[in-house]
C-alpha cells in the first residue's frame, strides 16, 4: 500500500456529473465515460438526487478514497498519466470540500455536483471520420433532450460551478444547446461561476455571439476548439464539412474575446491519428498564432470505424508502421512548450 505521501487523489467523482448517451440517452457518468466506463444512473428515469448519491457512485468514490482506482482505464486517462487537475497526491488537496471528504471518507456527499457536462445531445454541422459516419441533427430524440435539459435546469445546477457544453456535439451546430445558451435566465443558475464551451467553432461568429444574453456571456470563460489537422487539406478530410478558412476568420474573432480577458483559456485540441501526425508542430504553431493553449489525444475507436480502419489510423499502436516515425517526431522541442499538453500520449514521448 501507497503511503499517503503517494497515494493519488481524483476529485472527478466528487464533483463531476456528465450526462451522456453512449448508451442510452441520460445515462449519467463520474468522468469522461471512455475512461470511466461504470454509469452511475439515468436521467430518464431517476432524479438528480438519486443518481448523485446513488449506490454506484457511491462505489466508485471508494474507489477513489482506498487509493485502487479500480473503476478507472489508466491507459486512456491522460490526468493519470500527466498526474495533473484533477488528479492529485492526496497530501496536495487544496479544496476544503474535499478535504472534509478526505479526512471523512464521504461517499455520499452533502453538496450536489459542482461540474456538469451535457453530453446527452449529438447534434452537430460536421460530421468528423473519428466520431460519426454523417451529419446528425437529433430531431427524433428531441422531446427526450428536452426533457433532460430542462432536469438539469431543475436539479443539477443549483451548486454547480462549471457548466460544460458539449463532449458530445457542437455548441452551436445543435439547435438546442444553443436555443439554451440564448435563453438561459441567470436567476436559475445563480451559483453558476463558469459555462465552458466545447466546440468545432465553425459557427462561432461574432453575429452568434450577440444573440446570447450579456449575463450568460460574462459566464461563458473557457472554450475548446476541435480542429484535428494544422492544413486545409487535412481538415477537409478530418473536420468534414468544416471549412479551414471560416475557422481561422473565427479563431481571430475569438482571440479577440481572450486578449480582452473575457475569456481566460481557449485551447485547440488535436485528436492524433496516421493522417495528421505530421502536422502536430504546426498545430503547436497554430495556437501559438492565437495564444491558445494546445492540447493533443489518442485517436479511439467510437464505433465509426472499421476495426481494419481504425488500426490503420491509430498511429499511436506500437503495431503501425509510422510509429517509429511518431514517436521520433514527440521528442521536437517544441512540445517542450509550457502551452502544450500531450495529454494521454505523453507517455509515448519518453518510449
Not at 466546440?199 to 450579456?214: D, F, G, H, R, V
Amino acid at each position: 500500500m501507497k503511503s499517503k505521501s503517494e497515494q493519488l487523489f481524483c476529485s472527478k467523482p466528487f464533483k463531476w456529473f456528465e450526462v451522456t448517451q453512449v448508451n442510452e440517452i441520460g445515462e449519467v457518468y463520474m468522468c469522461c465515460p471512455s475512461w470511466l466506463d461504470t454509469p452511475i444512473g439515468n436521467l430518464k428515469y431517476q432524479s438528480v438526487e438519486q443518481i448523485w448519491n446513488g449506490k454506484t457512485a457511491q462505489e466508485i468514490r471508494n474507489s477513489i478514497l482506498d487509493g485502487s482506482f479500480r473503476y478507472c482505464d489508466h491507459s486512456r486517462c491522460a490526468f493519470l498519466h500527466t498526474l495533473s487537475d484533477p488528479v492529485f497526491k492526496i497530501t496536495d488537496v487544496k479544496d476544503e470540500d474535499l478535504k472534509l471528504v478526505i479526512k471523512k471518507k464521504l461517499i455520499i456527499l452533502p453538496y450536489g455536483p459542482r461540474e456538469v457536462n451535457c453530453s446527452y445531445d449529438r447534434s452537430c454541422n460536421l460530421s468528423c471520420p473519428s466520431c460519426r459516419t454523417k451529419i446528425i441533427i437529433e430531431r427524433e430524440n428531441e422531446q427526450q433532450i428536452l426533457n433532460i435539459q430542462d432536469k438539469i435546469y431543475n436539479e443539477a445546477l443549483y451548486d454547480a460551478h462549471l457548466l460544460y457544453i458539449t463532449g458530445s456535439g457542437d455548441s452551436f451546430g445543435s439547435p438546442f444547446f444553443r436555443k439554451w445558451l440564448q435563453t438561459m435566465k441567470r436567476e436559475k443558475i445563480p451559483n453558476l461561476k463558469e459555462i465552458h464551451l466545447h466546440t468545432n467553432a465553425q459557427l462561432w461568429t461574432s453575429k452568434m455571439w450577440e444573440t446570447i444574453p450579456k449575463d450568460i456571456q460574462k459566464l461563458i470563460r473557457s472554450a475548446e476548439i476541435s480542429i484535428d489537422a494544422a492544413s486545409s487539406e487535412t481538415y477537409a478530410i478530418n473536420r468534414r464539412g468544416g471549412s479551414f478558412k471560416r475557422l481561422l476568420k473565427n479563431l481571430e474573432f475569438i482571440s479577440t474575446l481572450h486578449e480582452s480577458g473575457h475569456l481566460k483559456w481557449v485551447s485547440i485540441s488535436m485528436v492524433v491519428q496516421e493522417n495528421n501526425f505530421k502536422e502536430m508542430p504546426d498545430f503547436v504553431r497554430l495556437g501559438k498564432r492565437f495564444h491558445f493553449d494546445v492540447y493533443f489525444s489518442k485517436l479511439l475507436d467510437w464505433g465509426a470505424y472499421s476495426n481494419e480502419e481504425f488500426y490503420n489510423r491509430a498511429v499511436h499502436m506500437p503495431a503501425h508502421p509510422k510509429y517509429p516515425d511518431f514517436v521520433d517526431l514527440l521528442k521536437d522541442d517544441i512540445f517542450d512548450d509550457t502551452m502544450v499538453n500531450l495529454g494521454n500520449l505523453i507517455d509515448l514521448r519518453f518510449a
